[in-house]
């Protein structure tokens, strides 16, 4: 694998597959699918690379990219790549203030934008960024502000390199890519402070695509891959690369919200995705349970069992099932697990990586327990995303899986996860002190994760360091893991733990607003809103009974004494959430003041 992998490898994979169809994406019009050939595909990048020479991008120079998931986002990418630049991906969801913050500090002149969101705010931006020198923008739908002169279609950009007249420089230019130039600069949305640019260099993907070569054998031309979570995002990031470099066909999903519409449309193979996916999918099956009577509920239950007993109990531990277990256990793939994954959009499923947050034990073992073949992994942006990943036949429930090959893993002080390897971030964009904070004296990356490797090197997570919490009795609870216990349940959305100085631990819950309303109605509770209807003591005893059968495990001092149930869900509008949806802890405790305040009242 040599050090232009990733300026040439579009251009390698249509010399290999020419008219097939590297890509889809779905037109809005119409709602159908247009194909994207890789010969057209190494076009576009072509055109990329020759129309930013002709705007006189430099070597190595920063360009933003301020989209939804667009084929466009994947040219822009790779045509940078052609030209030895850098790109650097926004959340299509980023406010104006995390737009200027990234755009001053990354000293941005070129900023691609998708659709009318990002236009707007990349003009309002423009006026106070000094470095921004023009837009261009992705959806011709987009309506420009009228005298918009810094401004121009994505149309119009590629008409720049049509012609080709800078293929020489954009050759030269390949060439003189080595391990060390930056591929992309990728700012953590953070949970406390100010963004950190985090670099990733060649030699962080190169190293990552040759680990995932070795470890993730069955992965092909063959294979149809929905891409789901945001470019942006570095999972999906070097999961597409991946896909990209093996000749799997993508299917841009532009909108996550249109996920269950789209999974159904294509009928992928393999679609990386965080927990929450399916958490989602396991609460649907507990509710169609907890509605069915009769047979169909014992069947429905009895096909659960069977497959937890079967691929859990027996073959994940190397164990033979019994002959009658094996029969019962064919009997329900053929009817209820083939239907559930038809249902879902999955029959034709290879295998699915999960990462991004802990998997609740109760959703991984349901996964497992029908026959999807979800791969949990740990990583981190730092890390070019897989630090440890599962495979075929190295599942355990609660583990990350093996290191992935080439990524050295060591349990420093309090049990934190340090790693070495090609993978690892050279550093934090122009945070020189916290980047050597973010480094031991010998050379380690520290995660801030904390965990351990059992007797066969497989990895466990057990909380985030700086996420540990302690009472003012002096107790110490990891709130993530209370967290994860409990939003498995069907009536819970988002749920935060508060505990950190306070004398017991309580909780903030965003309900699921359709479950409670149908439990209400069920029981007849009489209410004028949601405000009120949270607030009926029917509905606050539903959700003591629920929250104590499932934190049963936990130690006394660890559980749940106290709850609000809000009306509102947590929001990025708010800043409770970053653009990976984890939760803003400092930003909770400050808006939510008043409610926590009461919980702690004698």
């Known amino acids: 694998m040599d050090k232009s992998l990733l300026p040439r490898l579009i251009q390698r994979q249509a010399e290999k597959y020419g008219d097939k169809t ?91 934008v998708g659709e009318q969101y990002q236009y707007d705010v990349a003009c309002h931006v423009m006026n106070l960024c000094k470095t921004l020198k023009r837009i261009i923008v992705f959806d011709k739908k987009v309506q420009l502000v009228p005298g918009d002169n810094h401004s121009m279609y994505f149309d119009d950009f590629l008409a720049l390199g049509a012609d080709e007249n800078h293929q020489a420089e954009v050759e030269r230019r390949s060439d003189c890519t080595c391990d060390d130039d930056l591929a992309n600069i990728l700012y953590t949305s953070g949970t406390t402070g100010e963004p950190k640019g985090v670099m990733l260099t060649h030699r962080c993907y190169r190293a990552a695509i040759d680990g995932h070569d070795r470890r993730l054998d069955r992965l092909g031309p063959e294979d149809v891959v929905i891409n789901f979570l945001p470019f942006t995002h570095i999972f999906e990031r070097g999961w597409t690369y991946l896909c990209i470099h093996r000749g799997c066909q993508l299917a841009v999903n532009l909108y996550p919200q249109d996920i269950q519409k789209t999974i159904k449309e294509v009928r992928p193979t393999a679609m990386c995705s965080v927990p929450r996916f399916w958490e989602k999918v396991y609460d649907g099956v507990q509710e169609k349970i907890s509605q069915a009577t009769g047979l169909k509920k014992t069947l429905m239950q009895d096909a659960l069992e069977v497959g937890r007993l079967h691929n859990i109990e027996y073959l994940m531990k190397g164990k033979t099932p019994p002959a009658w277990l094996h029969l019962k256990y064919k009997f329900y793939e053929r009817t209820i697990y083939s239907l559930l994954k038809k249902a879902i959009g999955i029959e034709n499923g290879n295998f699915f990586p999960t990462a991004g947050a802990a998997i609740p034990v109760a959703v991984e073992e349901f996964v497992h327990s029908v026959g999807i073949n979800m791969i949990a992994g740990y990583g981190m942006t730092e890390t070019t995303a897989t630090v440890s990943c599962e495979w075929f036949g190295t599942h355990r429930i609660g583990s990350v899986g093996l290191p992935l090959p080439g990524v050295q893993v060591r349990i420093g002080e309090n049990n934190e996860i340090q790693l070495k390897g090609g993978t690892i971030t050279p550093g934090y964009y122009k945070k020189e002190a916290v980047t050597a904070q973010s480094y031991t004296e010998d050379g380690w990356f520290k995660t801030g994760d904390a965990g351990y490797l059992d007797k066969d090197g497989y990895l466990f997570l057990t909380e985030r360091i700086k996420d540990l919490f302690k009472t003012s009795n002096g107790k110490y609870i990891a709130p993530q893991a209370i967290e994860t216990k409990l939003v498995v349940d069907r009536y819970i959305d988002q749920i935060s733990i508060i505990a950190d100085q306070r004398k017991f631990v309580s909780a903030l819950i965003v309900p699921d607003y359709k479950q409670v309303e149908a439990y209400a109605q069920k029981q007849g509770v009489p209410y004028t809103d949601m405000h009120d209807l949270l607030a009926h003591p029917v509905i606050v005893e539903l959700f003591r009974n629920r929250i104590d059968t499932l934190q049963q495990e936990f130690a006394h001092y660890e559980q749940v004494k106290r709850f609000t149930l809000l009306p509102e869900p947590f929001s990025m509008e708010k800043g409770e959430l970053t653009n990976t949806l984890k939760i803003k802890r400092s930003v909770l405790a400050k808006n939510y003041a008043a409610e926590i305040a009461k919980m702690y009242e004698e």
């Open 22 to 112: 590297a890509l889809t994406y779905r037109d809005y019009t119409s709602g159908a699918w247009i194909p994207v050939s890789w010969n057209q595909f190494a076009s576009y990048v072509r055109q990329v690379a020759n129309a930013l020479i002709a705007l006189g991008v430099a070597e190595q120079e920063n360009l933003g990219v301020f989209s939804q998931n667009k084929p466009e986002c994947l040219y822009v990418d790779f045509g940078a790549f052609s030209d030895r630049a850098v790109t650097v991906p926004l959340y299509a969801t980023s406010s104006e203030t995390q737009v200027h913050y990234i755009l001053q500090d990354a000293e941005i002149h070129y900023l691609f």
